[in-house]
C-alpha cells in the first residue's frame, strides 16, 4: 500500500493531534504513550520514516527572547534548561536564583552544586541528564512563582519534556511536584512515591536549598533518588 495514501496521513494527522492534546495536559482523550505508539505503527511501510518528536531547539527557538509575563523585566538571562536531549532522566525545580540568572545555566549556586553531588552519587553526570525549571526567569529576590508566571512558562516546559520524553522525571520543591501534579498536596505528602505525568514516572523530592537549610532531610531525598535509580534500572 502506498504510504501517500489519503487514510494514512488521517492516521497520522490525528496521532500529531493527540500528541499535541497530551503534551498540554488533556485527558479527555486516549493520550497515552501506549495509544500515540498503536497509531504510529498504523499504516506505516517499512521505508517510512518514524514521525520525529519536536526538538528542544524548536522549542527554544519559539521561546524567543520572551516577554510573555512581567519577570522578563528583572531577568539577566533566561535559563531554559541544559543537559542532554535524549536524558532518560529529568530534574525539574522551580525557577532561577541569583547565580543562575547571572549565568543563563540551571542550578549552578549552592543548592546546584549539591544537586551535582547528587547527580554524581548516583553514578551519573550532569551532562547526563537534563535540568530545567518551572519559570525561565528569576522571580524577585527568589520568591515563590506567580500563577500567572507559571501559566506562560509552563507550555514550554511541556514541550520539553514531550521533547526529551525521559524514562523518569525528578522534581526538586514544592512548586515544581504541585505544579506539574495539578494537585495542593504538600511536597511532604508526594514525595516518596512515583506519580504519573504525560505516562511518564515522576518522583517529587525535597528541593536542594530546603536541603541545605535543613540537612535532617537528606536521608529521605537519598531514599526517593534510591527509587529513581532502581526505576532506570528496571527493564523497560
Known sequence: MNAQDPWIQILHDIRNTLSYLRTNGCTGFDCSAAGLQTLARLGRTETEEPIRRETLTAVQDDLGDCTRCPLCHGRTH?????????????????????EEDRSGRPFVGP??????????????????????????????????PQPDEIRACLPFLRRQLAAIHPEVICTLGGVAAATLLETDASISRLRGRFHDFMGIPLMPTFHPAYLLRNPDQKRKVWEDIQQVMKKLQAPV
Open 78 to 98: 533566561i535559563v531554559f534548561g541544559e543537559g542532554n536531549p535524549n536524558a532518560r532522566l529529568v530534574f525539574v525545580g522551580e525557577g532561577p536564583g541569583f
Open 111 to 144: 543548592a546546584g552544586q549539591l544537586l551535582t553531588k547528587i547527580i554524581t552519587a548516583m553514578n551519573l553526570t550532569r551532562e547526563a541528564v537534563y535540568i530545567c525549571n518551572i519559570v525561565k526567569c528569576r522571580p524577585p529576590d527568589n520568591r515563590n
